[in-house]
């Protein structure tokens, strides 16, 4: 099977969110998986499939090392706070099987990364379908392949000097905004 051991306790709430999956490709930080996991339950998502070196929780035939399992859970239950409790999970090892995941529960995959290719988050032309939100690696983002697999490819406007937020910061303004559609 492939989610993990946990349930979704969203009930009616997630039923009416247009997100109803975060993929979460080849993100590094462990904290940043579990701030993303509390955001996400906060907002109503369902599912986080994370992909490659992300950090994840402890999953059926894990084949990390015991140190590192423990390690990894620690953090992102540091930061997540109990969250961990309200999603469902998987890994997979490449980005190809995630977006299988997400086209076999009829999701549109939509990449949050900045780029020439990106359309403005506000600009996003409100689909019929549910959603499933990529965000990428915190210093290289999402690679050209995987973004050649995405449905669409928004951006998140920046005002400062820095052409990108935080990777669980992307991830909390791409679902409010992208929840906001009818």
């Known amino acids: 099977m492939f989610w993990g051991g946990y349930s979704c306790a969203h009930g009616k709430i997630a039923n009416k969110m247009r ?3 975060l ?3 080849n993100v590094r930080s462990a904290h940043n ?3 993303i996991i509390r955001t996400a339950s906060g907002l109503g998502v369902t599912s986080i499939i994370s992909v490659g070196i992300t950090p994840h929780l402890e999953i059926a035939a894990d084949a990390r090392l015991p140190h590192i399992i423990a390690r990894s859970v620690r953090q992102i239950k ?3 706070l109990g969250a961990e409790k309200d999603l469902k999970f998987g890994h997979v090892n490449n980005f190809l099987e995630a977006v299988q995941i997400a086209k076999n529960n009829n999701l549109v995959i939509v990449a949050i990364e900045t780029g020439k290719n990106s359309a ?4 996003f032309a409100p689909l019929l379908n549910d959603l499933a939100i990529v965000v990428g690696n915190e210093r290289e983002g999402i690679s050209e392949k995987n973004l050649s697999l995405c ?3 928004l951006s998140i406007p920046m005002h400062g000097s820095k052409n990108s937020f935080n990777v669980s910061v992307s991830a909390a303004i791409a679902i409010y905004a992208l929840n906001e559609y009818p």
Do not use: A, C, E, H
């Open 33 to 35: 998986v579990g701030s």
């Open 151 to 153: 449905d669409s490819q």
């Open 78 to 80: 540091k930061t997540s």
């Open 120 to 123: 403005p988050i506000q600009n």
């Open 19 to 21: 997100v109803k999956t």
């Open 23 to 25: 993929i979460l490709d």
